[in-house]
């Protein structure tokens, strides 16, 4: 499968740039505090997606990506997602979506993208949640998408990123199913694979109280693959990344990175 998770867009996923990591991990930090959650927190916070096709409870993994949750919740709590679109659905891949406008199907502005944390060890299974992004490994800003397969392509390997996994969804599944089985094709925008009846998602509100998982389709955690060994490649062709882009699985044969500096925790690289 050749489909990529950038808003529709089929995009190389070059190796990634080391220069800025330190400034974008301060940046990301201050998500952290402006979500409510303490650096290292592990509460099961949930969240409940409701579209216009039923609704979901997603539960957030901050323990592990403490920074794309805080991403997340930031753009819950600012109500960002209400009335936006799954603007994008891959039948037995993933529906993406939490970016575009409903209204108009254009782009809603948003924040500073979030450092890749990809490298969590968290993979890309069935039911759960992912951070969008285009080619370049940090891109990822508002834009979420849902596994409905399996989805090991999109997991890091030590020669590239991968794409965080940051949550999993607990319950509602069958609106996931329903959802990733809808007519699709060139819709406004977007040349293909957008649903041809609009699927809004009308609101994202947190739960309150810690969630429950007993029914979670998600992977359990698994560690994180070893840094490359090869040092001193450069990502070929990065560039900012248009708002609300989209995983994909990234094509092979792509040169290793370069790790970060020393004494910076930065995911292994996909």
């Known amino acids: 499968m050749n489909s990529s998770i950038a808003g529709g867009q089929r995009m190389r996923v070059p190796g990634p740039r080391t220069a800025g990591w330190a400034a974008r991990a301060a940046g990301a930090l201050a ?12 509460l099961a916070q949930s969240v409940r997606v409701t579209t216009n096709m039923g609704s979901f409870v997603i539960e957030l993994d901050a323990e592990r990506a403490p920074l794309t ?30 970016g575009h406008s409903a209204t108009d199907y254009k782009l809603k502005p948003t924040h500073e993208n979030v450092v890749n944390e990809s490298g969590n060890g968290l993979q890309n299974k ?22 409905i397969a399996d989805n090991p392509e999109l997991d890091p390997l030590p020669t590239r990123w991968g794409y965080a996994v940051f949550g999993r969804v607990t319950e509602g599944m069958e609106v996931i199913d329903k959802i990733g089985v809808v007519a699709t094709g060139a819709v406004g925008p977007f040349k293909s694979e957008a649903p041809l009846e609009p699927i809004v998602i009308q609101k994202i509100e947190v739960l309150k109280g810690n969630s429950t998982s007993s029914a979670a389709p998600g992977a359990a955690p698994t560690p994180p693959p070893p840094p490359p060994a090869a040092e001193g490649a450069t990502s070929s062709g990065e ?12 094509p092979t044969g792509e040169s290793a990175p370069t790790p970060p500096p020393a004494g910076e925790s930065a995911p292994p690289p996909r």
Request: proline share 8%.
């Open 31 to 42: 998500w952290v505090l402006v979500a409510g959650l303490a650096p290292g927190a592990a």
């Open 126 to 147: 069935r039911g759960t949640v992912g951070m969008a992004r285009s080619n370049a490994p940090h891109s990822g800003n508002a834009q979420f998408y849902i596994n």
């Open 239 to 250: 560039s900012a990344a248009p708002a609300g882009e989209s995983p994909t699985p990234p």
């Open 69 to 98: 949750v805080a991403n997340f919740l930031r753009y819950v709590n600012e109500g960002f997602y209400t009335n936006t679109l799954f603007h994008r659905v891959v039948g037995n891949f993933v529906i993406q979506g939490g």
